[in-house]
């Protein structure tokens, strides 16, 4: 069974930052690209950023580009995201999610709270 | 980057009501179209990949189609489990969008 687990979320100070882990099971991680989509409370869903199975490309949206890094280590079969500069308009509940096309499995999601 | 533009963003309908919502992409996107239904405080499901392609464990009363660069996704006889929110999202290339959503609510 597919699974993914979203942890490190939290409530958090503008300009500060954060990083979330998302450890998977079930399949074999190595081969599968991965994304890190969000969803601010009450709205619809953004696609934040992108990894290739074995890290060789990575595409961000505009709006976290240079602030967020996504990574994978294919050893511990877990994808991070490493969140600098926070803003409030970060705050949103954080999801994992299998398969550079259509991502077909997602994890239960970990919820980021930026406010002073 | 590629728009998605999805309609109707809210649909009232019966029980075993044929519900059609549709997304328009900006360029050809192929059939990379997916598409996703969410019910409240969960996470998104696939129910739809390569535009047609119906993802494993899906009920059959749920399919996809495209003509051009305009998606559906039929519901063919509304379910009481089918109530939440539905996105379609496009992978044909990055960034990938999703479409704004439609909340579907029973009649």
């Known amino acids: 069974e597919v699974q993914l687990v979203e942890s490190g979320g939290g409530l958090v100070k503008p300009g500060s930052s954060l990083k979330l882990s998302c450890v998977a099971s079930g399949f074999t991680f190595s081969s599968y690209g991965m994304h890190w989509i969000r969803q601010a409370p009450k709205k619809g869903l953004e696609w934040i950023a992108l990894?290739?199975?074995?890290?060789?490309?990575?595409y961000y949206a505009d709006s976290v580009k240079g602030r967020f890094t996504i990574s994978r280590d294919n050893s511990k079969n877990t994808l991070y995201l490493e969140m600098n500069s926070l803003r409030s308009e970060d705050t949103a509940m954080y999801y994992c999610a299998k398969g550079a096309g259509s991502p077909d499995y997602w994890g239960q999601g970990v919820m980021v709270t930026v406010s002073s | 980057d590629i728009q998605m533009t999805q309609s109707p963003a809210s649909l009232s309908a019966s029980l075993e009501e044929i519900v059609t919502i549709t997304c328009q992409a900006s360029q050809d996107i192929g059939n990379w179209l997916s598409w996703y239904q969410q019910k409240p405080g969960k996470s998104p499901q696939l129910l739809i990949y390569g535009a047609t392609s119906l993802a494993d464990g899906v009920p059959s009363r749920f399919s996809g189609s495209r003509s051009g660069t305009q998606y559906s996704l039929k519901i063919s006889r509304l379910q009481v489990e089918d109530i939440g929110i539905y996105y379609c999202l496009q992978a044909y290339s990055a960034p990938p969008t999703f479409g704004a959503g439609t909340k579907l609510e029973l009649k």
């Open positions: 990894i290739y199975y074995d890290s060789s490309n990575k």
